[in-house]
């Protein structure tokens, strides 16, 4: 089994905020991914809804500090309301047909309440950090 800190390989589209509440931005991390390809959780936490939004199978990770991970388009095979470690496989990379990217991706994104944040946070210091494996 790998480390959750790893060299992650390809990040495809970094964090980048709106300027503006409703503004163009990048609210995650997109990193290149596989069908198939396990993902696992970047910091401990409990697994709060893992189901379809609008169609595209999420996962979504709440943290001890309020902050809530989401992972897409991810099918989970771990159970809602599951304390997981960091670093634990919360489910498989989904078929292509949920990427957003122009390759396959997984897009990682990071909020408290209705925030989005730098996903990094998570892994301070910034460091690579791989959710595949």
């Not at 122009?102 to 910034?126: K, M, N, Q, S």
Request: hydrophobic share 45%; proline share 9%; aromatic share 6%.
């Amino acid at each position: 089994m790998r480390s959750a800190y790893v060299d992650a390989g390809v990040i495809l589209a970094d964090f980048s905020p709106p300027t503006e509440a409703y503004g163009s931005g990048h609210r995650g991390i997109d990193i290149v991914a596989a069908p198939g390809q396990p993902v696992r959780t970047p910091a401990p936490g409990v697994i709060t809804f893992a189901g379809p939004v609008a169609g595209k199978p999420v996962v979504v990770i709440s943290h001890r500090d309020g902050t809530r991970t989401t992972l897409e388009p991810v099918t989970a095979t771990i159970a809602r309301n599951a304390a997981v470690a960091q670093g634990t496989q919360i489910g498989v990379v989904a078929p292509s047909q949920w990427s957003h990217c122009f390759t396959h991706c997984v897009h990682w994104g990071l909020r408290i309440e209705d925030d989005y944040l730098d996903p990094w946070r998570l892994v301070a210091p910034r460091v690579a950090v791989i959710l595949l494996e």
